[in-house]
């Protein structure tokens, strides 16, 4: 069974900066894509940015280009999100998911394994 707990939420101001991660409890954490989504209350889940399991460049939402960064860390079974220029809309919580499967990771509700999330509150 994979397992993925996030960490890192927070309550922060506008502007502030905030950095997520999220540990797999797997040794082939370097087979696993992985990726952010989040879900503000009210609203549906949305894909946030994604990174493919050799790393290398991000893949983001539209909202968050220039602001976020995803990153990841294989010898240590964990990705990051890098939250900067933080904004109200931001506010959200956020779920790690992972995927063996590009394709499945980057569709909305497509990855086979999330974490329980953490919730991200920017204050205006």
């Known amino acids: 069974q994979v397992q993925l707990v996030e960490s890192g939420g927070g309550l922060v101001q506008a502007g502030d900066s905030l950095r997520l991660s999220c540990t797999i409890s797997?040794?082939?954490?370097?087979?696993?894509?992985m990726g952010w989504f989040r879900q503000a209350p009210g609203k549906e889940r949305e894909f946030v940015a994604a990174?493919?399991?050799?790393?290398?460049?991000?893949h983001y939402a539209d909202s968050v280009k220039g602001r976020f960064t995803i990153s990841r860390d294989n010898a240590k079974n964990t990705v990051y999100l890098e939250m900067n220029n933080l904004k109200p809309e931001d506010t959200a919580v956020y779920y790690c998911?992972?995927?063996?499967?590009?394709?499945?990771?980057?569709?909305?509700?497509?990855?086979?394994?999330w974490g329980k999330g953490t919730l991200v509150t920017v204050s205006s």
């Open positions: 797997r040794r082939t954490f370097s087979t696993y894509d």
């Open positions: 998911a992972a995927d063996s499967s590009w394709a499945k990771l980057t569709a909305l509700y497509g990855p086979d394994y």
């Open positions: 990174i493919r399991r050799s790393g290398g460049m991000g």
